[in-house]
């Protein structure tokens, strides 16, 4: 999977140069619904036969290998790193809007 289209367009350009036919697929909504490709998750499909080449190509290491190396789907970060975030937030948040308001009363 690719981070975006940009770069999923960049993959599918190479592979289609080393003779591998592909498609490049929105994981998401689309572009269309964000007006903006640039932070969609896209991937690139390639015929069944084709995968282990595509992979070398690319420079990908096998899907098995990336199978066993991530984290299960659907972890989620432990307790309090979550909270800190949170506070940090809203920590960011108070600042910003105290030098907004800092700036409506100087006038300007």
């Known amino acids: 999977m690719f981070p975006c289209e940009p770069l999923a367009r960049l993959a599918a350009s190479r592979l289609v140069e080393a003779g591998i036919p592909c498609l490049v697929r929105s994981e998401g909504v689309g572009p269309g619904a964000w ?16 995968q282990w080449r595509a992979r070398e190509v690319l420079g990908l290491p096998p899907a098995e290998v990336l199978e066993r190396c ?16 949170v506070v940090l937030a809203l920590m960011l948040l108070l600042v910003l809007g105290a030098g907004v308001g800092m700036r409506l009363l100087q006038g300007g």
């Open 35 to 50: 007006g903006s490709a640039a932070n969609l998750p896209y991937s690139i499909l390639v015929p069944e036969g084709e």
């Open 70 to 85: 991530s984290p299960p789907s659907g972890t989620r970060p432990p307790l309090g790193v979550r909270i800190a975030l």
